[in-house]
């Protein structure tokens, strides 16, 4: 890199200002958006289960505002995925709390919690073949007979 290439980087000073009679110094651009309204805003949506962009647009910021406000404040990137589960949390309660009450609901979260033992199942059979002719492999669906029996163990 040529001498002449090189320029000196000149660093614009702080700005002083004044609120309420007292002076602070402030490096200029735009004030932070992320206020505590903003943060109240956020809470609220990532409880109702929001993902991050709707979240942003619900508190009234500019996605990319959120990203860089997680980036700056890691603590608040881990109190959001704690936030985003207690839609999840809340319905979990609320299952368990009526499993007495409805036998629906008791089939439902054991077919959900244990689907090993209460799950519906379904067995689905296909048997295909290749056929090669004239150098061009072509597939052939099967379809088992309609009375077909099912080995038990």
């Known amino acids: 890199m040529d001498e002449l ?7 614009t000073p702080p700005i002083k200002h004044t609120v309420g009679g007292n002076w602070y110094t402030h490096k200029g651009g735009r004030p932070r958006v992320v206020s505590k309204e903003t943060l109240k805003m956020l809470e609220a949506a990532f409880n109702m289960g929001c993902k991050d962009a709707e979240a942003a647009l619900f508190a009234g910021i500019a996605y990319s505002t959120l990203k860089n406000y997680q980036t700056e404040h890691p603590e608040f990137l881990e109190q ?12 979990r309660k609320m299952v368990v709390d009526n499993l ?3 036998l629906t609901n008791a089939q439902w979260f054991l077919q959900r919690k244990a689907p090993d033992e209460f799950a519906e199942k379904q067995e ?3 048997t295909s073949r290749i056929l090669i002719m004239d150098d061009q492999p072509q597939l052939e669906t099967i379809e088992p007979p309609k009375e077909t029996k099912l080995l038990e163990e």
Request: charged letters at 45%; glycine letters at 4%; hydrophobic letters at 30%.
């Open 80 to 91: 959001k995925e704690l936030w985003k589960q207690s839609p999840t949390l809340k319905a």
């Open 100 to 102: 007495d009450k409805n």
């Open 5 to 11: 290439e090189v320029k000196e980087r000149i660093e």
């Open 124 to 126: 689905i059979g296909v």
